[in-house]
């Protein structure tokens, strides 16, 4: 079965700690991505990449970087927490081609206090 | 500006009781319209992915349909087990990302 890995469903964190939420996935796909879902907001983008060591700016980067040295690992890094940042974080990946055919993680729920 | 809506918000049913979900859109250069089922902790799982209007596509007691400006989700004798948020999503517009609606919350009384 098809699987999209997060490392955390829920952390809480205080403002200015670095967080780290951690993506494998299994299927062998080329693009991952991250998005943050809050309510009345929906899934906004944060981050993505189409390849190892490629990254590009969503719709809301900002306060937020990430790292995929290896393909099936795509890392999102809180640098310095912050009470804004409570929220569902939601990694996906999909196929080249797949862009919007998207196997979601379980979420990972963080709260900063 | 390119833009998805979904309605209703929220919808409750009996079960057995069909009813359709909502997905407008202004998006231009239309690449495709993709709908999801979220469950609640979790995260969306893909449903169904349409590319032109007239298109339909089954699954169970799910059927989705496209038009220039909509799409359309039919629940046809839905069950509690269907309760969940369904959300749509558009691929297109200036940037070609997806972009996603804020998404029905659905429940199936039995």
């Known amino acids: 079965d098809v699987k999209v890995t997060q490392s955390s469903r829920y952390l809480v964190k205080r403002t200015g700690e670095k967080v780290f939420l951690e993506c494998v996935q299994d299927?062998?796909?080329?693009?991952m991505f991250w998005y943050r879902q809050d309510p009345g907001l929906g899934l906004r983008l944060i981050y993505f990449?189409?390849?190892?060591?490629?990254?590009e700016k969503g719709d809301i980067p900002e306060g937020y970087s990430v790292s995929r040295e290896k393909k099936e690992r795509f890392s999102l890094i809180l640098e310095s927490a912050s009470t804004n940042q409570t929220s569902m974080y939601l990694c996906?990946?999909?196929?080249?081609?797949?862009?919007?055919?998207?196997?979601f993680g379980e979420g990972s729920r963080l709260t900063v206090l | 500006e390119d833009q998805v809506t979904q309605s209703p918000e929220a919808l409750r049913l009996q079960e057995g009781e069909s009813s359709s979900l909502n997905c407008s859109y202004t998006?231009?250069?239309?690449?495709?319209l993709f709908w999801y089922r979220q469950d609640p902790g979790k995260g969306p799982e893909f449903l169904f992915t349409?590319?032109?209007a007239g298109e339909e596509k089954e699954k169970e007691r799910l059927k989705a349909t496209l038009t220039k400006k909509e799409s359309f989700l039919h629940i046809t004798a839905p069950k509690p087990e269907d309760s969940a948020t369904y959300l749509c999503?558009?691929?297109?517009?200036?940037?070609?990302?997806?972009?996603f609606g804020t998404g029905t919350l659905l429940a199936v009384q039995p």
């Open positions: 996906a990946s999909s196929p080249t081609g797949g862009a919007g055919e998207l196997f």
């Open positions: 299927m062998d796909h080329e693009n």
């Open positions: 999503a558009v691929e297109g517009g200036a940037t070609n990302k997806l972009i």
């Open positions: 990449s189409y390849d190892v060591k490629m990254k």
């Open positions: 349409l590319y032109s």
């Open positions: 998006v231009s250069g239309l690449r495709g």
